[in-house]
T-cell receptor, first 115, second 111 residues
Framework: GAGVSQTPSNKVTEKGKYVELRCDPI?????LYWYRQSLGQGPEFLIY????????DSGLPNDRFFAVRPEGSVSTLKIQRTERGDSAVYLC?????????????FGPGTRLTVL | QQQVKQSPQSLIVQKGGISIINCAYE??????FPWYQQFPGKGPALLIA?????SEKKEGRFTISFNKSAKQFSLHIMDSQPGDSATYFC??????????FGEGTQLTVNP
């Protein structure tokens, strides 16, 4: 049983460029979450999916950020016109069900560096 | 808006000692309080969690103490080991699965 996987593990891009970050959740997990972790800080919620639909995207900082999960499994976080302030580790998590106490299993993250 | 405040920022403990990390929350609607452990280069992993209807939960060397009236909860690591050296995060949620995390505590256990 593989855990949550994220690719790439590291991404370096230039200011203004477009990036895509991929998350493969644990097989069978209905819910998928994206968090952002800045250096020395706790993870900050961005968005979560129940199946294919975004159930709560209130954590996305602005309209440059967008996420999809077209088939209810793999998800892609997309960032347009990247800014230096977007540099962080982007964490993906999944859980069996959407519920307040359902354990979220995190992937190792994608470290994004915007030069 | 920091809804969960964690302290201390860093902690150094001798092997065999007790590590204590504290968190305070503002939102009384929170009803789930997990602690996560994170090693460098890894994602956070659930360590232990508590609901507000109990005051204490123990799993092995790890104990959560919960004080609802004070809106505080803490993690106690008994007989701390060098392998416990990691960053610990408290978190909270209120019926929805989005977690609000504290700032983290970097624990170092010296051999």
């Amino acid at each position: 049983g593989a855990g949550v996987s994220q690719t790439p593990s590291n991404k370096v891009t230039e200011k203004g460029k477009y990036v895509e970050l991929r998350c493969d959740p644990i097989s069978g997990h209905t819910a998928l979450y994206w968090y952002r972790q800045s250096l020395g800080q706790g993870p900050e919620f961005l968005i979560y999916f129940q199946g294919t639909g975004a159930a709560d995207d209130s954590g996305l900082p602005n309209d440059r950020f967008f996420a999809v999960r077209p088939e209810g499994s793999v998800s892609t976080l997309k960032i347009q016109r990247t800014e230096r302030g977007d540099s962080a580790v982007y964490l993906c998590a999944s859980s069996r069900l959407v519920g307040g106490t359902d354990t979220q299993y995190f992937g190792p993250g994608t470290r994004l560096t915007v030069l | 808006q920091q809804q969960v405040k964690q302290s201390p920022q860093s902690l150094i403990v001798q092997k065999g000692g007790i590590s204590i990390i504290n968190c305070a929350y503002e939102n009384t609607a929170f009803d789930y309080f997990p602690w996560y452990q994170q090693f460098p280069g890894k994602g956070p992993a659930l360590l232990i969690a508590i609901r507000p209807d109990v005051s204490e939960k123990k799993e092995g060397r790890f104990t959560i103490s919960f004080n609802k009236s004070a809106k505080q909860f803490s993690l106690h690591i008994m007989d701390s080991q060098p392998g416990d050296s990691a960053t610990y995060f408290c978190a909270a949620s209120k019926g929805r699965p989005r977690l609000t995390f504290g700032e983290g505590t970097q624990l170092t256990v010296n051999p």
